[in-house]
């Protein structure tokens, strides 16, 4: 059974600090896996896209990276600030040739204290 | 600017009552998809479709439905059948399944 897992559940850091989000999976056939926030009572906003060819995508002070072998990407958050409190999920969509199935990690809760 | 309408964003409902909430795309995306999101658990997908006049059933689609007339609309009816229907609702699109999925900014369902 394909499963994704995000480990801490929750994270409390300090202003300023760099920091690393886990994702794993179970499953190395890969498609893509797509990283999310969700402020509460909001929607997702889409951050990073990482195609099963390529190893990171960068945007801003976020980078994530995928490795298949080991089963496990991390989103990294550079210089973090207040804003950056929010709920982090990671979706992982498995298959290919068009039969997909899209999985969803639970989310790390972020709470980033001036 | 190109994006994801969801509509109410707040709705109130006496048991026994079906609703329909509104969901709008002006990505030009064929793939849109429903989700229920409940307090301490993961998405969960009700309803997806990849084209018009086409949808399936998600892991969750009893006491709901849906249709896609038109490539910008797929409105979820919840029905008086769904025996837990307070929860948050999410739809998204993608251009085709598999791609980047965007989300709107959900709609909160309150049953009385």
């Known amino acids: 059974k394909q499963e994704v897992t995000q480990i801490p559940a929750a994270l409390s850091v300090p202003e300023g600090e760099n920091l690393v989000l886990n994702c794993s999976f179970t499953d190395s056939a890969i498609y893509n896996l797509q990283w999310f926030r969700q402020d509460p009572g909001k929607g997702l906003t889409s951050l990073l896209l990482i195609q099963s060819s390529q190893r990171e995508q960068t945007s801003g002070r976020l980078n994530a990276s995928l490795d298949k072998s080991s089963g496990r990407s991390t989103l990294y958050i550079a210089a973090s600030q207040p804003g950056d409190s929010a709920t982090y999920l990671c979706a992982v969509i498995f298959g290919m040739d068009s039969n997909y199935q899209l999985i969803w990690g639970a989310g790390t809760k972020l709470i980033i204290k001036p | ?112």
């Open chain 2, 1 to 112: 600017d190109g994006g994801i309408t969801q509509s109410p964003k707040y709705l109130f409902r006496k048991e026994g009552q079906n609703v329909t909430l509104s969901c709008e795309q002006n990505l030009n995306h064929d793939a849109m998809y429903w989700y229920r999101q409940d307090p301490g658990q993961g998405l969960r997908l009700i309803y997806y479709s990849q084209i018009v006049n086409d949808f399936q059933k998600g892991d969750i689609a009893e006491g709901y439905s849906v249709s896609r007339e038109k490539k910008e609309s797929f409105p979820l009816t919840v029905t008086s059948a769904q025996k837990n229907p307070t929860a948050f609702y999410l739809c998204a699109s993608s251009t085709g399944v598999g791609g980047e999925l965007f989300f709107g900014e959900g709609s909160r369902l309150t049953v009385l």
